[in-house]
């Protein structure tokens, strides 16, 4: 990493996808905010791709995160060592990325974050009880970025991805999610009966996921054999190009579920009592929430009611 006469701005953002892509925004306005300067992104993989993409930044830091904070530490200063960052923007907000603050030498850093006594420190009580966005919003405000703009998206988008229901009216479905977070899932017979269904009206189905939920994609695949099974098969770019060119999305509350909202197309997500749509809802001119209490013939009714009108 090397000087630079401008001003160094560096950005901290790791995952998960929807949370990264929920802070975008933020990210777009601290970049406008500080045009005349240099803008770097603390990040992890695979979230470096969309950053690479975006063509925000002038440079983009990753490190592998550890239990331990320590070696986190230990990663950044090595890869940071000889930058003179002047702000910091903790788009993470976390107990770990606000130890990094001892990483800096620089006494007169201005830090945005939760770092009590610094600069830019975001003294809202309530700031845990506000959407992602709103907090952002609100966090930048306190460093005193008054303009919260939205961005242009079509770098998202370029990308294209032929498959076999291209000419077809199709939707996405995600019927996955973190395997660390299996309780944000509704049960997989949701997607089963609505996959039959939209059959029925010649509207197609393809399945999309990764890695952890090809075993649930092939269960659902064997139920409803004349879908799409692209389970492990996209990029963030080409599920992107899915979502523009399709007539649905509906799935659980998961991080490709958040890059689908913004294709504006007709977003459902499906939130159990694990998670609050309140804090941490997809953005989107169309996403719908449907809450699940446990009644999956009530859940799939209302699925289809919104997904097919």
């Known amino acids: 990493m090397t000087n630079s006469s401008k001003e160094n701005i560096l950005i901290i953002k790791f995952g ?23 803008l770097v992104l603390l990040t992890e993989e ?18 592998k995160r550890s239990i331990f904070y320590f070696l986190d530490k230990i990663d950044i200063k090595k890869k940071i060592n000889n930058l003179s960052i002047e702000y910091v923007y903790d788009l993470q907000t976390s107990k770990r990325s606000s130890s990094y603050i001892e990483i800096f030498k620089n006494p007169k850093i201005k830090w945005s974050g939760i770092v009590k006594g610094n600069s830019y420190y975001h003294n809202n009580a309530d700031r845990n009880k506000m959407h992602t966005l709103k907090r952002q919003e609100n966090q930048l405000n306190f460093a005193n970025i008054k303009n919260f703009e939205n961005y242009n998206k079509q770098w998202l988008f370029k990308e294209s991805f032929e498959h076999k229901f291209s000419k077809k009216k199709y939707i996405i479905m995600i019927a996955g999610g973190s395997s660390k977070r299996k309780y944000k899932r509704v049960p997989e017979v949701v997607f089963i009966k609505i996959a039959q269904e939209l059959e029925k009206k010649k509207i197609y189905t393809i399945l999309v996921g990764g890695m952890d939920e090809q075993e649930l994609c092939k269960r659902i695949n064997r139920k409803c054999p004349n879908i799409l099974n ?80």
């Open 16 to 38: 998960g996808l929807g949370d990264f892509i929920l802070s975008l925004t933020a990210m777009n306005s601290i970049k406008k905010f500080h045009s005349d300067s240099r």
């Open 46 to 63: 695979p979230y470096d791709v969309l950053a690479k993409k975006s063509n925000w930044f002038d440079e983009i830091v990753t490190i």
């Open 230 to 309: 692209l389970c492990n098969e996209t990029s963030f770019f080409s599920l992107a190009y899915l979502a523009k060119n399709c007539s649905g999305i509906i799935g659980n509350d998961t991080g490709p579920i958040h890059l689908c909202a913004l294709s504006e197309k007709k977003t459902i997500v499906f939130f159990t009592k694990f998670s609050n749509p309140e804090l941490c809802a997809p953005i989107g001119k169309h996403v719908e929430i449907i809450n699940f209490f446990g009644n999956v013939d009530e859940t799939i009714s209302k699925a289809l009611c919104k997904i097919v009108t």
